[in-house]
Nanobody, 116 residues
Framework: QVQLVESGGGLVEPGGTLRLSCAAS????????MGWYRQAPGKQRELVAV???????SYADSVKGRFTISRDNAKNTVFMQMNGLKPEDTAVYYC??????????WGQGTQVSVSS
């Protein structure tokens, strides 16, 4: 079992920055990838960024060049630096950890709101 706790959401103006954190506990040595997904009202949950245990990253086209995902394996924590935030980035952001194809874990979500 893996438990995930997110922090760092909030309300910012367009162009602002936020840094999300996700701390993992439990069977963390078995985690392969960690990532961030988001879900806006009335929309499906979508992948934002993912990072493997080896440090390989992948991003949604909509956030490339603005968001950066990083991982501290020693602290079992994943971060996402979000710069140049836009109103369309408003969503609940969920941390995700994948152990196997059938062992996928989610955090409780943190709200990110971008508005003037």
């Amino acid at each position: 079992q893996v438990q995930l706790v997110e922090s760092g959401g909030g309300l910012v103006e367009p162009g602002g920055t936020l840094r999300l954190s996700c701390a993992a506990s439990g069977s963390t040595s078995s985690i392969y990838t960690m990532g961030w997904y988001r879900q806006a009202p009335g929309k499906q949950r979508e992948l934002v960024a993912v990072i493997t245990s080896g440090g390989r990253t992948s991003y949604a086209d909509s956030v490339k060049g603005r968001f950066t995902i990083s991982r501290d394996n020693a602290k079992n924590t994943v971060f996402m630096q979000m710069n140049g935030l836009k109103p369309e980035d408003t969503a609940v952001y969920y941390c995700n950890a994948v152990v196997t194809a059938t062992a996928v874990y989610w955090g409780q979500g943190t709200q990110v709101s971008v508005s003037s």
